[in-house]
């Protein structure tokens, strides 16, 4: 498994100019490449499709969502877009209004909120203190009514995620796994949850959900109450790989792609994935790969 540290140092004694300079010039690239919104004659699955983002992630959360339809064998019964506080409602209604399906928007707060009414006030103040608790709150708020598939904006869709199996679950939990252990230490310190070292790293980037994780998890409403009073590194991913210990499955590598291997390869490389390929999850300085997969993959059905 590759030391996401190590290569972090060499891109950033080799590369990080090069690979900030690429996400410049590919991104306006994108930009000129037109949607073509043929995706709407599928079936339509009981389930929902879940982010959260910024505005300035916009750009790339059009592409993220515009991939999942294209290459999905099922449309969502409705596309769910929390906002983290930097943008409004109308803004994202009107950036978003080329799209064939159903989009809902939504401030954080609603997301939280709906805790509150359960008793469960200590997520709502993880939830005010950041972006990870406002994640949280939105995924166990809309897994109780449906199945949900969350996603960060940076992820690219190659194929259909969904089983029919995963339909038919009444409750389910299944994530990605990462390229190294990015977790909150110190919630694993006070939760002892060291065995999550000696467990494949969990990935919070793309989540399949169905249920109520404070019925199922003996372990939630504990690392919450933990977050709501010194919210952490990582937080939501070490929460979710310690509920993952309980119950849930993970992903393989090779149908959710969370590498750094080819971080530092030629520029004019393009990749070559295997058909085993869901989506690739473009973490940290990948970005730039993101665009080039977003010109040169976005378009072609495996």
Not at 24 to 35: E, T
Not at 117 to 125: C, G, M, S
Not at 189 to 207: K, R
Request: glycine share 4%; net charge positive; proline share 2%.
């Amino acid at each position: 498994m590759n030391s996401q540290e190590e290569l972090i140092k060499q891109v950033r004694l080799g590369g990080s100019f090069r690979t900030e300079f690429l996400v410049k010039i590919l991104r306006i690239l994108a930009n000129l490449v037109s949607l073509k919104h043929d995706y709407f004659n599928k079936p339509i699955g009981d389930y929902c499709y879940l982010t959260i983002c910024g505005k300035d992630s916009f750009f790339m959360l059009r592409n993220s969502i515009y991939s999942f339809l294209k290459n999905s064998d099922t449309l969502p019964n409705k596309v769910v877009i929390i906002s983290d506080g930097t943008w409004d409602l109308k803004s994202g209604e009107k950036y978003f209004k080329d799209f064939k399906v159903s989009f809902v928007f939504e401030n954080w707060e609603q997301s939280a909120k709906y805790h509150t009414e359960l008793k469960r006030a200590n997520l709502y103040t993880w939830a005010c203190k950041q972006i990870w608790g406002k994640k949280m709150a939105a995924i166990l708020k809309y897994s109780e009514f449906s199945l949900v598939l969350f996603a960060d904006s940076d992820v690219l869709w190659y194929s259909n995620i969904i089983s029919q199996q995963d339909f038919k679950k009444e409750n389910i939990l299944k994530i990605s796994k990462d390229n190294s252990y990015n977790y909150d230490h110190e919630l694993i310190g006070q939760m002892n949850a060291f065995y999550l070292y000696d467990l494949p790293p969990v990935n919070c980037g793309v989540i399949l959900i169905k249920g109520n994780m404070f019925d199922l998890s003996k372990t939630i409403s504990e690392a919450v109450d933990i977050q709501s009073k010194k919210s952490g590194n990582f937080s939501e991913q070490t929460v979710f790989a310690i509920m993952l210990n309980e119950f849930g499955e993970l992903w393989s590598d090779a149908e959710i792609m969370v590498s750094l291997d080819d971080i530092l390869s030629p520029i004019l490389k393009v990749s070559n994935y295997t058909s085993d390929l869901k989506a690739r999850h473009y973490v940290w300085k990948l970005k730039w790969l993101y665009w080039r997969d977003v010109l040169t993959k976005k378009f072609i059905r495996h």
